[in-house]
């Protein structure tokens, strides 16, 4: 028989099973054709069992084993009976793969991750590559959903219930050398070597996991320590996702309801909690987050003409300019850091150091890793080596006269082809580009703070800026394995844009009379990662400020400031940078309480307003601000929007982004609630933008523009 997607093939008794046959993309997925040929392929198998000697499965894939099923099934699952019988299906092909006599051996190189790890899970055994891309793991909940072709079963067997919970629940990939550790690989292969070695292990090898393992494996396994397990399990996931993400709960019930089962009722309940996760609303929402994501990695109508960038530097040192020569230096770019003074160096170094740092205490970098990147990085007062430079990004304080001066100078030190940027969150980069001779290859390029964590970065275009400078930003981004967002030059470009009515109308609504207490929480129970105050203690209330006048200056009336801000910076209230805001800070910049002075300052708390109110007050003006911002031709789409507040500044996932959630309350009812608030409120923070009124005219929705 014949294969489209898997290869078939017996050599001296030994059957070989490949994956990605005649598959011209980079990924192989369990799709519909794949599942249903290796269905044929195991039935196959098993009518052969006395003929040979073992199985084989590999990939024809360089860097890719399987990444699991493909997503785009999921949508067509419009019922639970759906998804509970597409999880079956997949359930019944590898219980008939697990229950083969002959031994069976997965050979691993490259991406193994869901619904791929739970069929090598479903081989006798496991071997995988040496090589830096193979990974393994279920990373579902991440989607949303459960594992659901059996891997919440099977795993804990493999490697321990604690273990397999940790990997469950928060979807990570481990490495060849952690997978061998934990027990999910029985041995590292060069990736050379992986299918002329498979046939050592047609002879299961004994358990090789230290004596330490197993005796924790035996400490576990009674029903009293599970339980306790679960409850220690389900603490920490309510107290990391504050209970807003149904799947790791849902995994919890599953896994523990299950602990007595046998496989058949065990994989009947995963099943059926699949197909429950797969239709609701929330899964759907960070499958939708998935695909922004995956199309973020390729620029839209790129041309082609980006170039690679190799070496790097950063112009200001401190706090930022250490954070971005960190990521440069991580790349292998080699940077160079200048600053004025030896003292901004320091710090600039110190943020790095602190970076990798955090990495060596992960464990995700070795020692000499760390010196070694820490020496590539040169820290130093003048233009030394710029002339080798193919990226630049200006760091220096947020002073437009005193940036051009920069940049009029560093443009007669460095190459004519090397791209220059400025990381300004909110100056003009049309004005900015106006000191320079050549500014087709200038832009802006605004990392979010702090940048080792932060993932958005804001690629942002002036009338002259080349295709070429804009594509090689955006491959480059991606190449740094952050999320890029091409924006045109605006007042606070796109995040700040809508970040701004967040904390502005937390101030209108503190003068009114709201406790700081309720506001705050209500963001939070909104599934903000943090409220206004919070959040403006973290940007600087200073920086807040300035911000605030050059968005007002730019847009007027509707970005109006409160009075809050000026009270605050009248006492020296900065925020986390002095340990003083709304919130007090311990030196490691940890929230200590409430800051008491400020509160007894600012208006006492007179008037109690619910919670859905509070929201509605809070994220109305956003998403009006967000359709102007469409309509104003700073970004293109809807997605570029909620790209940008998702990863700028951590809008809840789970909500599917600022204005797919407004798609799904209805842009109509949204309007109607605007209209209320512009007469009781405010007139210019809550009419509905025109784009607002065509869409709830025309029963439309953002996501179809």
Known sequence: MTYKRLSFEIKDKKAFVG?????????????????????????????????????????????????????????????????????????????????????????????????????????????????????????????????????????PKKVGLPTALDMILTGKNLNAKKAKKVGIADEI?????????????????????????????????????????????????????????????????????????????????????????????QSKNLRHIFFLMEGSKKMDDAKGVGRSLKRGACLGAGTMGGGIAWLMAKNDMFPIMKDLNQHGLELGLKQASSNFSGAVKRKRMSKD????????????????????TDLVIEAVVENMDIKKK????????????????????????????????????????HFFNPVHMMPLVEIIKHDNVSDETVESLYNWVVKTKKTPVVVNDGPGFLVNRILMPYMNEAGFLLEEGVSIKDIDDACLNFGMPMGPFRLLDEVGIDVGDKVSKIIFDGLGARLASNGIGKQMLEKEFLGKKNSKGFYLYDEKGKVTGPNDEA???????????????????????????????????????????????????GFPPFRGGLLRY???????????EMLKFADSVDKDRYTPCELINKLASDNGKFYEL
């Open 19 to 155: 994956f990605g046959y005649n598959c011209d993309k980079a990924m192989t997925v369990l799709d519909e054709e794949t599942l249903k040929e290796l269905q044929d392929i195991v039935e196959d198998l098993h009518s052969k069992e006395k003929e040979l000697d073992g199985a084989i499965f590999f990939s024809h894939k360089d860097r890719c084993f399987l990444a699991g099923a493909d997503i785009n099934l999921f949508d067509t699952m419009h019922t639970a009976a759906d998804g509970q019988a597409g999880a079956e299906a997949g359930q019944t092909i590898f219980n008939r793969l697990e229950d083969l006599k002959m031994p069976t051996v997965a050979c691993v190189n490259g991406v193994c991750l869901g619904g791929g790890l739970e069929f090598a899970l479903s081989c006798k055994s496991i071997i995988v590559s040496d090589d830096k891309s193979t990974g393994l793991g279920l990373p579902e909940v991440k989607l949303g959903l459960i594992p659901g072709f059996g891997g919440t079963y099977r795993l």
């Open 369 to 388: 890793d760390f010196e070694r990147k820490m020496r590539s990085i040169s820290a130093q007062t003048d233009y030394r080596g710029f002339e080798h």
């Open 662 to 672: 407004a798609d799904t309350q209805g842009i109509a009812r949204l309007k109607e």
């Open 406 to 445: 920069v940049f009029a100078e560093t443009e007669t030190k460095v190459r004519p082809d090397t791209i220059l940027t400025s990381n300004t969150s909110s100056l003009s980069i049309q004005e900015m580009s106006k000191a320079l001779e050549d500014s087709s290859r200038f832009a802006g390029l």
């Open 189 to 281: 292969y060069a990736k050379e070597r992986l299918l002329d070695l498979a046939p050592k292990h047609f002879k299961k090898k004994a358990d090789k996991r230290s004596m330490m393992d197993k005796v924790q494996d035996a400490a576990t396994d009674n029903v009293f320590t599970k339980k306790i397990i679960f409850q220690k399990a389900r603490e920490s996931v309510l107290k990391k996702t504050k209970g807003f993400y149904q799947a790791p709960l849902k995994i919890l019930d599953v896994m523990e309801g299950g602990v007595m089962k046998g496989r058949a009722s065990y994989l009947t309940t995963e099943a059926q909690a699949f197909g429950e996760l797969c239709i609701g609303e």
């Open 599 to 649: 509160w007894k300052m600012l208006p006492k708390a007179s008037k109690k307003m619910s919670e859905t109110e509070i929201q509605m007050r809070i994220f109305l003006p956003m998403i009006n601000e967000a359709a102007t911002t469409l309509e104003d031709k700073i970004v293109a789409k809807a997605k570029d929007v909620d790209l940008g507040l998702i990863f700028g500044i």
